[in-house]
């Protein structure tokens, strides 16, 4: 599986980004499940949000209410859109799929919340 993110980039705070993550060299039906992580500098990559191929979802507590998870399995993408974004969202986000127990990752996109 192949993962490319896109749509990072540098917000003002409260403001909103959509991140995407195109998969390929699978089926979006066959990958079980796709998400999004973060890391920022000097800190452990964490959870953001998850979405199986039923449509379960799961976020990190830090943007429960703030951050929705979607997936078009047409076009066999992964969405976050984050809204009231804050300084403390600002880290390298990268897309996750599981697919048959192996999990593949992407290179990541910046995203930097600053005014």
């Known amino acids: 599986v192949q993962l490319v993110e896109s749509g990072g980039g540098l917000v003002q705070p409260g403001g909103s980004l959509r991140l995407s993550c195109a998969a390929s060299g699978r089926s979006a039906f066959s990958i079980n499940a796709m998400g999004w992580y973060r890391q920022a500098p000097g800190k452990e990559r964490e959870l953001v949000a998850t979405?199986?191929?039923?449509?379960?979802?799961d976020y990190g507590d830090s943007v429960k209410g703030r951050f929705t998870i979607s997936r078009d399995f047409a076009k066999n993408t992964v969405n976050l859109q984050m809204n009231s974004l804050k300084p403390e969202d600002t880290a390298i986000y990268y897309c996750?799929?599981?697919?048959?127990?192996?999990?593949?990752w992407g290179q990541g996109t910046q995203v930097t919340v600053s005014s």
């Open positions: 996750n799929a599981r697919y048959r127990g192996v999990i593949y």
């Open positions: 979405i199986t191929s039923s449509g379960t979802t």
